[in-house]
């Protein structure tokens, strides 16, 4: 059973940064991908960033690219994405995601999600 776990979220005033962490487990990821999406209160889940896990190619959001940065640990089997220049816009619960195949932009085309951390940017 696949699981996700994200951590490292918190309260930041504009300008900061954080780093998310998801820890993954149950399977080997070769085939699969990784995303991160966040949700704001009354808003959709919108998609971030995504990683290819095998050959760690990238894809971001307009919103954050320049500023976010996904990276993944093949040994510590974790999926990392580092926030710069955060602004209030960017609060939200920020979730990992993982599906078979390539990186995708909708969150139903992702199978399995971890719990989420909460990211305040305050003014």
């Known amino acids: 059973q696949v699981q996700l776990v994200e951590s490292g979220g918190g309260l930041v005033q504009a300008g900061g940064s954080l780093r998310l962490s998801c820890a993954a487990s149950?399977?080997?990821?070769?085939?699969?991908?990784m995303g991160w999406f966040r949700q704001a209160p009354g808003k959709e889940r919108e998609f971030v960033a995504g990683?290819?896990?095998?050959?760690?190619?990238?894809y971001y959001a307009d919103s954050v690219k320049g500023r976010f940065t996904i990276s993944r640990d093949n040994v510590k089997n974790t999926v990392y994405l580092q926030m710069n220049s955060l602004k209030p816009d960017d609060t939200a619960v920020y979730y990992c995601?993982?599906?078979?195949?390539?990186?995708?932009?909708?969150?139903?085309?992702?199978?399995?999600w971890g719990q989420g951390t909460q990211v305040t940017v305050s003014s």
């Open positions: 995601a993982t599906r078979r195949g390539p990186v995708a932009s909708t969150a139903p085309e992702y199978n399995y």
């Open positions: 149950g399977r080997t990821f070769s085939g699969y991908s």
């Open positions: 990683i290819i896990w095998s050959i760690a190619r990238t």
